[in-house]
């Protein structure tokens, strides 16, 4: 309680808006997306990666000599200095491979990391991103286009396998992306991940890090590890040993013939909305601070 009255005091004090109650039942994610630039703190990440923040965010350019940024007006292109880094060298790999003149870049986090008022669940302490899986060509867009440009889905059959749109450069990109000691896990639909386990003859290990999971068949996510001296930064528990295509031609095998419904099984219970209260003690320094 007097740490939840200490972070209402602090946030009061900038906005001069709002009761305690008030705060106490606003949403996590109107107080993050209301910030509009990084707080001028050391860059460091608090919490998990569906429960944090960010200080002291990195913006990624709109446009560099082998990225884009999209859907600007979300702002939505910060993170950890780490993520900024990581994203210009896994572009200027893209740039180099067959058709590729770089990369377009979906979500990373907002300016101070937190919940998002649209979206993901994770995305909140800088380490994640999302990698437009279509080859980027045209590093011209202008920004109106760039609202409107289309990424493109590379599956078929719900997601049990790959479609048309899909080469042998979404995979060099991923393995490259994956065999970058900064990442943690990337995860794609579970027919990119069979797919990719099948045409892999020589070194298999990457695919430890390339895991299935629903949606992200426009874009593959990149998480990151905790960067070095983020002593308040909660990793997440490492992937099981091996490649882990048994467990993605599972996940196939269930889209194909989905099992039987459980009777017992209970419904899921909808997840609160998070408050500031829920998050690490230190996001709210990070959302008082200019």
Known sequence: MVRFATTCALIIGLSGALSLSALAETPAKNLFGAKKVASRQSPLAFGGYAKGCLSGAAQLPETGPTWQAMR?????????????????DLSAKAARMKGWSGIYVGDMSQPRGGPMLTGHRSHQIG??????LRPAKNLGLSRNEREKFS???????NGAFTN??????????????????????????????????KAEKGDRAWLNKIRPWWGHHYHFHVRLKCP?????????????????????????DDIL???PPDPNRKPPKKRPELVLADLPN????VLSSR
């Open 72 to 88: 600007l007006s979300r702002n939505r292109n910060w993170g950890h200095p780490v993520l900024v880094d990581f994203i210009k």
């Open 127 to 132: 380490l994640d991103a999302d990698i437009w």
């Open 151 to 157: 990424a493109i889905s590379m599956r078929r059959s």
């Open 164 to 197: 048309g749109n899909w080469t042998r450069g979404q995979q060099e990109l991923m393995k490259a992306a994956a065999k970058d000691p900064r990442v943690a896990r990337i995860f794609v639909f579970p027919g990119a991940k069979v797919a990719m386990c």
């Open 228 to 252: 070095q001296g983020s002593r308040g930064c909660v990793d997440q528990a490492p992937p099981p040993a091996g490649d882990g295509c048994a467990a993605a031609q599972k996940w196939v």
């Open 257 to 259: 013939n989905p099992p």
């Open 282 to 285: 230190q996001c709210s320094s």
